[in-house]
C-alpha cells in the first residue's frame, strides 16, 4: 500500500537509488511546496510506483510534513502517511491522462427482459440508453480506452457483461487506473480512499415507465370463423400494436386453440391459443421464430404467476427461458383479456436452439400422454409418461428412432433410481438449476409429471446429455391450491418440496435426484449466490411487472370476472419468494453441510488444516469448500475458523 491508517507502508520506491545530496534537496523541496499546495483546491500525490492519490480540499483538515513523512489528516481525523522517499511529485493539477468509456450497451444477450440491444449514447461524462423491458436490473457491456483501466460503481469493480445492479435511479460509474485512488467522503460521514478518475453519470429510460396499456394484439379470422378446434389451424390476419413500446407488426398467421384443462371448445370462453406463421418472425422484438402461444391465465388469480415464475427462471439460469409479455387480446373484434405473448416450446430459434437438430429430440414427461403411437413411450423402469414432441416422426429430418429415444432415457432413470453417477446421464448444472428454480415457485405440477419438458442434443452420442428445461405451465404454482385462487402467494411458504407427502413413481424419481450428492452440492452453490442480487431483483420484478400490466389486468378482470386483488398479490409476493428462498437454503444448508471437511473428501483430517491455511494465504483454491470451512458460521471464512477446526481434531467432537 502508497497509504497507511498506522498500518502498511509499502516498498521503499525510487529514493533509494539517489544520491544522498539530491534526495536531502528533494525533501526539501517538497517541505517547501507544503504550505503552498495545503491552499489548493486539490492535491495530487504521484507515487514512484505511477499511482496518483487524491486529496480534495473538501476533505481534508491539515497535510504535514516533517521532512521524512508527508501526512495528510482527514476531516474525521483518520491520517494517511507517506514516506517522502515514496513520493515522486506533488501538484494541485493532474500529471496523467484518465481513461475513459468508449462504448457502452444493454445487450439483450446477458439482459433476459431487454428487447434488442440499447446502446449508450455517450456525451461527456453522461451516458443515456433506452431500454424496452420490465424490470429495472441490468447487466452492461462496456469498452474502455485502455486496456489497464477499470471501471466502479460505489467502490464495486463493474465487469462487462458479468456485473448487474438496478437502474431505477442514475449510477455513478468511476473510470480509471489500478491503484489510484480518491480521498472521499461516505454516507456514515466518514472518509476512506476510493478508486480515482474519469466520472460517468448513467441513465437509463424505460420505456414501460411511460406507458400505461400494454401492446394490443389483434387476430382476425378468414370470414370471423370461430376458433374451436386445436388441430385444425384457421388462416387469420395478425395486427400488433406496440403501445409505443414494443415493435409493431402486421402479418398473416395460422391460429388454432391449445391446451389441456385450460381449453374450451365455447369460442366465448378465455382460451390459450396457438400461432404458426409461414416463416420466422419477431413479434415485440423477440427472437426469430414461427410458433408463438398466447396463455391467457385462465384460473382465477393466475395472472401474474407466469410471468413471475418465468423470470425467477431466468435469474436461476435454466434451460431456454420463456419471455412473458402481457398484451390486450381482440379475437374478430372481442376483447379477450390479458393474455402472456410467449414462445412455443421446441427445438428452434427462439425456444431451445441448437446448431444440429438431426439426433436431438425434445421430451415431454406428462401424464396427459396424449401424442399418438409411436410418439411415446412409458420408462422401463418407473413407468413415466413420456412424450416424444421433436422429432415428429415422419415430418421432420431425423437419424433417431423411437427405440434410440427410448433406450436412452431408460438408461438414464435406470441411473437414477439405482443411486448411479450422472452425470454421464445429465447436465448436472443445468438440473440443479431446473429443481431449484420449480421448489422456489413450488411447481408441484412436475411430480405428476405435467409439462416436465428435457431435451438432448445428440442422443447417439455417449458424451452428449439430457438438459431439463424449458420450464413450462405455472398457474399451478405459487401457493396456488386448488380451488383456491386466494392462495397465490399466500400459501405453502414452509412447504418441503422434496420431503413432501407426495408418492409414486414420478415424485421418487425428482427426488432421487434432488438427494444426489453432485446435484446437492451444486443447488447449494448456485442458491448461496442467487440468494444476494438474484432474490432483490426478483422480488423488484413483482411490482414491475405490476405496475405495466396493471390496467390490463383491470380490464381483463372487468371482461371475464375475477375477484382476485392483484395489487395486494403483488405486495405479497416478495415476502412470499423470500421465505420460500430461506426455506430452501436452510434446508441445501443441512443436507451439504460436513463441518472441516474443507478438501471434501468426506473426512475431517489434517490435510483440511493445511488446505484451509493454503485459501487463507493465497486465496486462490477455487475446490475448497467454503460451506465445511466455516466453523464459526459467521458467513465468511477466517483465522478463527482454523482455530476451530484444530480445536475439532484435537477434541475429536
Request: glycine fraction near 6%.
Amino acid at each position: 500500500m502508497c497509504f497507511i491508517m498506522g498500518k502498511e507502508i509499502s516498498k521503499k520506491g525510487h529514493f533509494a537509488a539517489l544520491t544522498p545530496r539530491y534526495a536531502r534537496l528533494l525533501i526539501m523541496m517538497l517541505a517547501v511546496a507544503m504550505p503552498l499546495l495545503s491552499r489548493a483546491v486539490t492535491t495530487y500525490v504521484t507515487l514512484n510506483d505511477g499511482c496518483v492519490h487524491v486529496f480534495p480540499d473538501s476533505c481534508v483538515n491539515s497535510m504535514d510534513n516533517d521532512g521524512t513523512t508527508l501526512v495528510f489528516t482527514a476531516i474525521d481525523g483518520q491520517q494517511f502517511s507517506y514516506p517522502v522517499e515514496e513520493v515522486g511529485s506533488i501538484s494541485n493539477t493532474l500529471q496523467k491522462l484518465l481513461p475513459s468509456i468508449m462504448t457502452y450497451s444493454f445487450n439483450n444477450e446477458y439482459n433476459y427482459q431487454v428487447i434488442g440491444d440499447a446502446i449508450g449514447d455517450i456525451k461527456g461524462n453522461h451516458i443515456n440508453a433506452t431500454v424496452i423491458g420490465i424490470g429495472k436490473w441490468l447487466t452492461a457491456k462496456f469498452t474502455l480506452s485502455d486496456e489497464e483501466a477499470m471501471a466502479w460503481v460505489n467502490g464495486v469493480e463493474q465487469h462487462s457483461t458479468v456485473s448487474r445492479m438496478k437502474f431505477a435511479t442514475s449510477r455513478d460509474y468511476v473510470v480509471g487506473f489500478p491503484g489510484d485512488l480518491v480521498l472521499s467522503a461516505t454516507a456514515d460521514g466518514h472518509y476512506k480512499m476510493l478508486p480515482f478518475g474519469r466520472k460517468y453519470i448513467v441513465t437509463v429510460d424505460f420505456l414501460t415507465d411511460h406507458c400505461s396499456i400494454v401492446p394490443r394484439i389483434d387476430i382476425n379470422t378468414k370470414g370471423g370463423a370461430n376458433i374451436i378446434s386445436k388441430i385444425n389451424y384457421l388462416d387469420a390476419q395478425i395486427i400488433i400494436d406496440g403501445a409505443g413500446v414494443y415493435p409493431s407488426m402486421t402479418d398473416s398467421v395460422k391460429v388454432r386453440g391449445r391446451g389441456n384443462t385450460s381449453w374450451s371448445a365455447n369460442p366465448a370462453a378465455k382460451n390459450p391459443y396457438r400461432l404458426k406463421f409461414a416463416s420466422k418472425v419477431k413479434p415485440l422484438g423477440l427472437s426469430k421464430g414461427k410458433n408463438w402461444v398466447l396463455l391467457a391465465n385462465k384460473i382465477y388469480g393466475s395472472m401474474l404467476t407466469n410471468a413471475y415464475g418465468m423470470k425467477a427462471a431466468s435469474l436461476i439460469g435454466t434451460a431456454a427461458v420463456n419471455h412473458i409479455i402481457p398484451v390486450d387480446l381482440y379475437v374478430n373484434g372481442t376483447y379477450k383479456g390479458n393474455y402472456n405473448f410467449t414462445e412455443k416450446v421446441g427445438l428452434a430459434g427462439n425456444s431451445v436452439d441448437l446448431d444440429d437438430e438431426g439426433a436431438a429430440t425434445l421430451l415431454e414427461l406428462d401424464r396427459y400422454y396424449d401424442e399418438p403411437a409411436g410418439q411415446k413411450f412409458r420408462s422401463d423402469p418407473r413407468d413415466i409418461p413420456v412424450n416424444i414432441k421433436e422429432p415428429e416422426f415422419g415430418e421432420d429430418f431425423t437419424v433417431l428412432t423411437l427405440e434410440d429415444i427410448e433406450s436412452r432415457f431408460n438408461d438414464f432413470v435406470s441411473a437414477v433410481m439405482n443411486g448411479e453417477d450422472l452425470e454421464r446421464h445429465v447436465d448436472i448444472d443445468m438440473l440443479a438449476r431446473y429443481l431449484l428454480a420449480n421448489e422456489l415457485i413450488c411447481n408441484k405440477e412436475i411430480f405428476h409429471p405435467k409439462s416436465v419438458y428435457c431435451y438432448h442434443e445428440n442422443i447417439l452420442d455417449d458424451d452428449s446429455k439430457f438438459v431439463f428445461g424449458p420450464m413450462w405451465d405455472l398457474d399451478w404454482a405459487c401457493g396456488y391450491l386448488m380451488n383456491y385462487p386466494n392462495s397465490y402467494f399466500m400459501q405453502l411458504t414452509t412447504y418441503d418440496f422434496f420431503n413432501s407427502d407426495y408418492n409414486g413413481n414420478q415424485y421418487d424419481f425428482f427426488r432421487a435426484m434432488s438427494m444426489d450428492k453432485k446435484v446437492s452440492k451444486r443447488m447449494y452453490e448456485i442458491w448461496t449466490e442467487f440468494m444476494g442480487d438474484g432474490l432483490e431483483e426478483l422480488c423488484d420484478y413483482c411490482q414491475d411487472y405490476f405496475d405495466y400490466a396493471e390496467q390490463s389486468l383491470i380490464n381483463s378482470k372487468a371482461a371475464y370476472p375475477d375477484m382476485i386483488d392483484y395489487a395486494e398479490q403483488a405486495s405479497h409476493a416478495p415476502s412470499w419468494f423470500r421465505a420460500r428462498a430461506n426455506l430452501i437454503y436452510d434446508r441445501l444448508k443441512k443436507d451439504n453441510s460436513t463441518p472441516g471437511d474443507v478438501d471434501d473428501d468426506g473426512d475431517v483430517t489434517i490435510a483440511d488444516v493445511s488446505a484451509l491455511i493454503d485459501y487463507l494465504l493465497n486465496n486462490q483454491d477455487s475446490t475448497l469448500n467454503l460451506i465445511n470451512a466455516d466453523l464459526d458460521d459467521d458467513g465468511s471464512v477466517s483465522i478463527g475458523d482454523v482455530s476451530a477446526l484444530i480445536d475439532m481434531l484435537l477434541t475429536g467432537e
